[in-house]
């Protein structure tokens, strides 16, 4: 049993640049996609970034494209969100998540992920 915990999160002005880390124990992302939600305040959980097993396959969602990144160590065992030019849209809890198939190219489903780490939370003033 897989178990995520992200971290990196804070309070941040418009404009800035925030990293977010995803560090995983008792399991390996070694093969597995991995990706990233978020949870505005009211709001219900929408995708943000993914990545395929093999980093080949990235998908961004329209609102983050061209302003974050999705990266992943393996050495470390550990999955980044790279946020910059943030804005107030982009507060909320954030979260990584494990694929739940082996050699998956990632997806912007959260049905397809079946790990998932506790959130850190991000907020965006302007």
């Known amino acids: 049993q897989v178990q995520l915990v992200e971290s990196g999160g804070g309070l941040v002005q418009a404009g800035g640049s925030l990293r977010l880390s995803c560090a995983a124990s008792?399991?390996?992302?070694?093969?597995?996609?991995m990706g990233w939600f978020r949870r505005p305040p009211g709001k219900e959980r929408e995708f943000v970034a993914a990545?395929?097993?093999?980093?080949?396959?990235?998908r961004f969602a329209d609102s983050v494209e061209g302003r974050f990144t999705i990266s992943r160590d393996a050495a470390k065992n550990t999955v980044y969100l790279q946020m910059s030019s943030l804005n107030p849209d982009d507060t909320g809890v954030y979260y990584c998540?494990?694929?739940?198939?082996?050699?998956?190219?990632?997806?912007?489903?959260?049905?397809?992920?079946?790990?998932w780490g506790q959130g850190t939370q991000v907020t965006v003033s302007s």
């Open positions: 998540a494990r694929s739940r198939r082996l050699y998956s190219r990632g997806s912007n489903n959260p049905a397809d992920f079946g790990s």
């Open positions: 008792g399991g390996t992302f070694t093969n597995y996609a």
């Open positions: 990545m395929g097993w093999n980093s080949l396959t990235t």
